[in-house]
């Protein structure tokens, strides 16, 4: 399994001494509920088999490796990540772990994209300040843009 691997890596889920902490930008809805989730070390949801947030994890983590551009409407991943040379060899299959996560990535955008924008300019932003992100060689999302 695609995802299996970051349990044992745990990259997202650390900031490297010597570097700034990481914020997680959330949804009005995560925030409602979590408040604040910033990462100085090490995720407070990181457990020694992974993330034990579950179904609470922030939509932000669960996009991770990618990132998505609301102005372009195109994503792109941290080429930090080790799963993303497997993860872009799998999207040529429809049936693959990877392309079933930017499924569920690309409806929770459709959905963000008209409930809560501003988290999505929020978290591009944050991930253009602390990832390398390359373009993801997959078409454009077509959304809507909601005029402020």
């Known amino acids: 399994m695609l995802f299996d691997q970051c349990a044992e890596c745990q990259r997202c889920c650390r900031v490297d001494p010597g570097f700034d902490s990481l914020e997680i930008s959330l949804t009005k809805t995560e925030s409602q ?14 457990g020694s088999e992974g993330c034990t947030a579950g179904a609470d994890k922030p939509f932000s983590c669960s996009l991770y490796p990618l990132s ?5 409407q195109h994503f792109w991943y941290d080429v930090e990540c ?3 040379p497997q993860y872009i ?3 040529k299959d429809a049936d693959s772990e990877a392309s079933s996560h930017l499924s ?11 409930s809560d924008p501003d988290f ?5 932003e944050i991930d ?17 843009r909601v005029k402020k």
């Not at 910033?38 to 990181?46: A, G, N």
């Not at 998505?68 to 372009?72: D, R």
């Not at 999505?120 to 591009?124: G, S, T």
Request: aromatic fraction near 10%; proline fraction near 7%.
């Open 68 to 72: 998505y551009n609301p102005q372009t």
């Open 33 to 46: 509920r979590l408040g604040r989730v910033c990462i100085d070390e090490t995720c407070q949801f990181l």
């Open 128 to 144: 253009l300040d602390y990832f390398e992100l390359k373009k993801l060689p997959s078409p454009k999302l077509n959304v809507a």
């Open 82 to 84: 080790p799963l993303m």
């Open 89 to 91: 060899a799998q999207l």
């Open 104 to 114: 569920f990535v690309t409806q929770k955008i459709k959905t963000l994209t008209t």
């Open 120 to 124: 999505l300019a929020a978290n591009y």
